[in-house]
Structures are given as structure tokens and as C-alpha cells.
């Protein structure tokens, strides 16, 4: 791969109107074209003019390129040509770019950019012109490509709501509203989100759903559906200080420990301090929930309050 570091690799031509981004896109065209060629030659266990030294080593020929197609990155638009290979032998998988699958058209990252811009509250039409100035005009971005994209991830998320918590004893969970820029703000739409810990420790996302206000309704059909997938009733909840979760939790976890957050408690007793005062504050409170034993908690809360 030596072979692609040259002069033209490094030449911007004086018209470019952003020479930092042109060479950004050069680079990532040298070095992706470059990549695609390694692929052939490990596929075909040789390199570029070397011949298979048995027949039985034989897997095929180089074959020129692929029409140049258009691929649009983080850093703007580039073309690359994907090499091709004739006379596989038969019985052998025939060669396909891991890199670059057929027909695709932009990275995946870009393509995870669109549901986020979504969550961000960009409308579908703004999309277009939004992302074309940053990625130029050969973009493969329009209003359908965009819909479609964002179609599927609809679905994939779909999917994840009806899978099954059978098989996944949690312990813990954590729960809160999460208040987004998108939609209409006077409906106080928001992303209701249940976060638990299995035995091992290791933590999942359980419940991702939309809610009003964090209300007791809006919480009940989240807890209801992760009941109606198999999960099993956490032993502890914990979550801020909204009514509506616990109303929910009440009635469909009956058996669950509630507690209350502590970076919520934290923050609600530094929000009544003066400022001069909440740094002090702030290490007792973490002294407090750090302590071994309720008897070393009580103390420690004691002395906060009397100081």
C-alpha cells in the first residue's frame, strides 16, 4: 500500500474552495481505493503480477474495476472504482468487498445520522439542504432516500419492542423522562427510558418508548409491554422524584423495592444552597451515599443538616 503516498496525494489544486477538505476527501479516496486492491489480493493469496505457483493454488484472475461509483463519507462525497475477479473456480465463494457492499451508496455511520437528526428535530425536508452543504453536491441524499432510511430504522426499532426479556433475569432498573427538541414543545413529549442490570452486572436497555409528562399512563403501558415481552419483576427501582413512575410501578411491580435517585436528591438539595456552599455540600452528600452501614449513613446525615 506504500504505493499511494505520492505527490498527488498531497496536491490541492489552488481552485479548490476548501483546501482542508479537499485533501480530507483525497485521502479517503487513496486510501479506501488502496484498501479494496488488499482485499483482491488476499482473496486470491497473491499479489498484484504474482502468479499461483500449482493449479491447485489457483483462485482466480484480477479483472479490472467496477463502473466508478459515487460514496458519500462524514468528510463529503468520493468516487471509487471496486476491483472485480473472473474465473473463481467452482466451489469457491465468489469474490465480494467487505468494505463496500453492492449498491451501497454512503457509510453506515452517515447512515445512523438521520434518526438522530430526527430525535434533534430536523424535519424531513430540511435533511437535503442541511446535509448537502456539508457533504457537497453529489451527495447521495433526497427526500426518499432519507424517508426510506428512516423507514427501516422505524422497523428495526419495532422489532426490539416486541423481543423477548424471557431469558434475562434483571435485578435493577433505572428509569427517567428524557425531554427531546423534536415535536411540538407545548405537548411536553418525551422518551420514556428503562435502563436495567441483569445478575452479572452488565447493563441494557429495556424500554424506549414515547410518553406525556411522565404521566402514571404514559408509564404504565411501558412497564405493561416489558411485562408482556417476559421480563421478570426487578428487585429494586429507582428513578426521580415523578409521581407518575411509581403510581405505574405499584401496580404492575408490586413485589419491586422502590429508592429514590441520588443524583436527583443530590440535585434538588444543591439547587436550595447558595453557591458558595455547594461545593462542601456536594462531598458530604457523596460521603453519605458511600457510607458502609445506614448507622454511618444516619450520622453523616446529621451532621450535614446540623452544619
Known sequence: MNEVYNERMFSVSATEADPIEALVRRGAKVMLQAALEQEVCEYLERAR?????????FRGYRNGHAKERKLTIGSGTIKVKTPRVSDVPAGQAEFESQLIKPYQRRSKTLAQVFPQLFIEGL??????PALRSLMGAEAALSPS???????????EYGDWTQSSLANLPIVYVWVDGIYIKAGIADERACLLVVMGA???????LLG?????RES??????????LKARGMNEPALAIGDGGLGFWAAAGEVWRQTKQQRCWVHKMRNILDKLPHPERGEAAQSLRAIYLSRTREEARVK???LVKS
Not at 123 to 128: G, L, P, V
Not at 208 to 212: A, F, H
Not at 216 to 225: F, P, Y
Open 208 to 212: 424506549l418508548e414515547e410518553g406525556y
Open 301 to 303: 446525615v446529621l451532621a
Open 145 to 155: 432516500t432519507i424517508s426510506r432510511l428512516n423507514a427501516r430504522f422505524k422497523a
Open 123 to 128: 424535519a424531513t425536508r430540511d435533511f437535503e
Open 49 to 57: 503480477h504474482q502468479r499461483s505457483e500449482s493449479e491447485a493454488e
Open 216 to 225: 402514571k399512563e404514559s408509564w404504565l403501558a411501558v412497564l405493561r409491554n
Open 198 to 204: 441483569d445478575v452479572t452486572g452488565k447493563k441494557h
